[in-house]
Nanobody
Framework: QVRIMESGGGLVQPGGSLRLSCAAS????????MGWYRHVPGKQRELVAT???????NYADSVKGRFTISRDNGKNTIFLQMNSLKPEDTGVYYC?????????WGQGTQVTVSS
């Protein structure tokens, strides 16, 4: 019912920046919260940042001050601006969309931080 399109991953040097995008389409009525999660090697999938329909945000402690989540005026697209990237940020980043009681996941985009 909800289609999720992610983009923006890639290879970047430590201290560099990347901007991830996630667009939701299809039956997007009643979408409440959208966010980014990541699977870092050796760890379980973890929350990175979320944003509600009212634009309230929440961040993991490990990314506070470095990452910024935002939402467009139509509230069907979110972005994750990642600055001061560290090697430990390397992993697969997933976009999640919550609609009523259902959750939808994107396929993920690879972020690699290495020199």
């Amino acid at each position: 019912q909800v289609r999720i399109m992610e983009s923006g991953g890639g290879l970047v040097q430590p201290g560099g920046s990347l901007r991830l995008s996630c667009a939701a389409s299809g039956s997007i009525f009643a979408i409440s919260t959208m966010g980014w999660y990541r699977h870092v090697p050796g760890k379980q999938r973890e929350l990175v940042a979320t944003i509600t329909s009212g634009s309230s945000t929440n961040y993991a402690d490990s990314v506070k001050g470095r990452f910024t989540i935002s939402r467009d005026n139509g509230k069907n697209t979110i972005f994750l601006q990642m600055n001061s990237l560290k090697p430990e940020d390397t992993g697969v980043y997933y976009c999640k969309v919550e609609k009523r009681t259902l959750g939808y996941w994107g396929q993920g985009t690879q972020v690699t931080v290495s020199s």
